[in-house]
Nanobody, 121 residues
Framework: QVHLVETGGGSVQAGGSLRLSCTGS????MAWFRQAPGKEREFVAAITWSEHSTYYGDSGQGRFTISRDNVSNTGYLQMDSLQPEDTAVYYC??????????????????WGQGTQVTVSA
């Protein structure tokens, strides 16, 4: 059982930055997803446990950086140059290690409660 807790959401103006954190003990692949009102959940980025290899979806490529600190059991999503279209609830998720860098929500067994990110023009 992995209990994930996200923090760091909030409101920011376009062009600003936010850093999300996700804390949860265990050994797993970690990912960030987001869901805007009326839209499906969207893959943002994933990171492996040991090598810290990363993979980004279209929404995360170029402006977002995923990282993790296994000692503190914390993962991060640094978001820069935020735009209004980045407004969504952001979720961190954990998958078994065999799902390396998966972009499929169905591969992730554990989810955080979500944190709201709002970007104003």
């Amino acid at each position: 059982q992995v209990h994930l807790v996200e923090t760091g959401g909030g409101s920011v103006q376009a062009g600003g930055s936010l850093r999300l954190s996700c804390t949860g003990s265990g050994t797993y692949t970690m990912a960030w997803f987001r869901q805007a009102p009326g839209k499906e959940r969207e893959f943002v980025a994933a990171i492996t446990w040991s090598e810290h290899s990363t993979y980004y979806g279209d929404s995360g490529q170029g402006r977002f950086t995923i990282s993790r600190d296994n000692v503190s059991n914390t993962g991060y999503l640094q978001m820069d140059s935020l735009q209004p279209e980045d407004t969504a609830v952001y979720y961190c998720a954990a998958a078994p290690l065999r799902f390396r860098l998966s972009y499929r929500p169905t591969d992730y067994d554990y989810w955080g409660q979500g944190t709201q990110v709002t970007v104003s023009a």
